[in-house]
């Protein structure tokens, strides 16, 4: 038995498993889902040159993207990931959805998830004929049946840097509560602000204090 254990444990860190879990994963995509050379072990580090998911509302692309997780969590109902980072994170929200808006029932987790050391080093974004572009986006994020939270964020743009922390409830009416700073550059420089957000969801009161105008 102990021989079986081992042998099996062993064949999940080959190449050959995580090639049949990405087939697997793309074939029940319904052809959403590429994922290309993805190398690595399905017990420790996982890298892909590209991940890619079309979807009705949102097309998603990521390049160079390495992942580094302990599968002995799932035991426990934990997904713990220690790192996940990518070179380079599109996103293209498309509006074109005609289901009516509207929050979920629930946006609990079946598990615990606990995801530290996101790095993004690109972000780009585009809604309609708008776009940015966000660098150096790093974060920590845990999840569950009770709630979400974002901590250590911290994000830059040409119009300066954001840092903070907030949480979100996973039922409603979805508690809202977090604190960000924000530190202008380029048009915004010297400029400064502290953002109190709490309430939930769909009411929320914002408050700032600060200056974060225009340079002259």
């Known amino acids: 038995l ?12 080959t190449q050959a498993a995580l090639d049949y879990v990405v087939q697997r994963a793309i074939g029940e995509s319904n052809g959403q889902l590429t994922i290309d050379g993805a190398t690595g072990s399905l017990l420790s580090t ?20 390495v992942m580094t997780w302990t599968p002995l969590d799932l035991v426990s109902r934990r997904f713990h990931v220690q790192g ?22 629930s946006l609990a987790l079946p598990l615990e998830v606990s995801v530290s050391n996101i790095g993004v080093q690109r972000l780009e974004w585009q809604t309609g004929e708008s776009s940015g572009v966000v660098t150096g986006v790093t974060f920590d994020y845990a999840g569950g049946s009770r709630e979400h939270a974002v901590r250590r964020l911290r994000l830059v743009s040409d119009y300066g840097t954001l840092t903070g922390d907030a949480r979100l409830a996973a039922d409603a009416p979805y508690a809202l509560a977090g604190t960000l700073a924000v530190v202008g550059d380029g048009p915004y420089r010297d400029g400064r602000a502290t953002l109190q957000v709490e309430g939930t969801m769909e009411r929320f009161a914002l408050v700032a204090d600060g200056t974060l105008h225009a340079a002259q």
């Open 2 to 13: 102990v021989v079986a254990v081992a042998a099996g444990w062993f064949a999940l860190g």
């Open 46 to 65: 996982i890298r892909a040159q590209r991940i890619a998911w079309h979807g009705p509302d949102m097309d998603v692309e990521a390049i160079e993207i």
């Open 84 to 105: 996940l980072g990518a070179q380079r994170l599109a996103m293209h929200f498309k509006g074109g959805s005609k289901q009516a808006s509207g929050l979920p029932a």
